[in-house]
């Protein structure tokens, strides 16, 4: 049993774990996941457990899997809605997977467990590198100032603005974005990246141009949005969501009149957890771990 366990006993029943506690209640949950012990950990009886949108018993999916714990490592708090959320580099017999998770505790106990494992894939349209080559951002660690900072509520408000403009994204901008944004999915670096443009132009874009210029036209809906996590202090807002693509949409044009043709073939949707970073009201940075599941895939969250 890790130390993490003990400690985390002595405030269960009905007390509440303060920033330091949550953080560490992600460290022992990665050891648990490494010796594929789940009951190492304190859960609540009515525990819904998720990887890549699907419910699973404890025990089962990459808890069986995972066999090491790579140095790549991002981890966030709030202890006001008793979440915690991070992002591990891991292998999976050998094999490197991105695996981001968010754990929300009632009483003391882990009352909801959301995992996405982003697993290497053969063919994609889009990079496909590898997570052992991930490197922290450490602006998602920096502590805002007073004059950076917006209240918890604004934030929430800031990411919802995100993806609403990236559903149906006609270059109608409904949140501004900090000059040096850059954002990340699955480690691939999806903004001003030029050396990876054969992909599709707007990774050599800066964020904002892409979202002017109507991109992201075949993402049809950004569904079952959630918020589990904000710190007001660094600026950070933890949410989960699908994305749904029909594939109706083929050839479309820009709001420059440039001619694109969707990177997506057939229906499918995109379950996903994503972290973002917000300075002075504008989007700074995005970290983002999704998987391709199949089309309009029901929020197993839903409702609960």
């Excluded at 949409?249 to 073939?265: A, C, I, N, P, Q």
Aim: overall charge negative; proline content about 6%.
């Amino acid at each position: 049993m890790t130390r993490l366990n003990s400690e985390w006993n002595s405030v269960r029943g009905g007390k509440r774990l303060d920033h330091a506690q949550l953080l560490a209640l992600a460290d022992g949950y990665l050891a648990a996941l490494l010796a594929g012990k789940p009951y190492d950990l304190a859960w609540d009886r009515r525990a819904l457990f998720t990887e890549n949108g699907v419910p699973l018993a404890l025990g089962d999916g990459a808890w069986a899997t995972v066999d090491s714990l790579e140095p790549y490592y991002l981890r966030f708090a709030d202890a006001e809605m008793q979440s915690v959320g991070f992002f591990r580099v891991v292998r999976e017999r050998g094999n490197p997977a991105l695996y981001s998770a968010r754990l929300t505790l009632e009483d003391g106990l882990i009352a909801e467990a959301e995992t996405i494992v982003a697993r290497r894939r053969g063919e994609e349209p889009f990079p496909n590198p590898d997570p052992l080559l991930l490197r922290p951002e450490p602006v998602f660690d920096e502590v805002l100032d007073a004059a950076d900072r917006r209240p918890r509520l604004r934030l929430i408000a800031i990411a919802d603005a995100y993806f609403s403009t990236l559903e149906l994204n006609d270059g109608q901008l409904f949140i501004e974005f900090d000059p040096r944004c850059n954002r990340r999915e699955n480690g691939n670096q999806t903004t001003n990246n030029p050396a990876l443009s054969q992909f599709g132009a707007e990774i050599g874009m800066p964020c904002v141009e892409a979202f002017r210029l109507g991109v992201f036209r075949f993402d049809d809906e950004l569904r079952d949005r959630r918020y589990h996590l904000v710190d007001e202090q660094r600026g950070l807002v933890f949410a989960s969501a699908f994305i749904d693509h029909s594939a109706r949409v083929d050839r479309y044009h820009l709001t420059d009149g440039t001619e694109r043709r969707s990177m997506f073939k057939t229906p499918n949707s995109l379950c996903m957890l994503e972290l973002f970073k917000i300075v002075g009201g504008r989007i700074r940075q995005i970290e983002a771990a999704f998987v391709e599941v199949p089309y309009r895939t029901r929020s197993p969250w839903s409702g609960r």
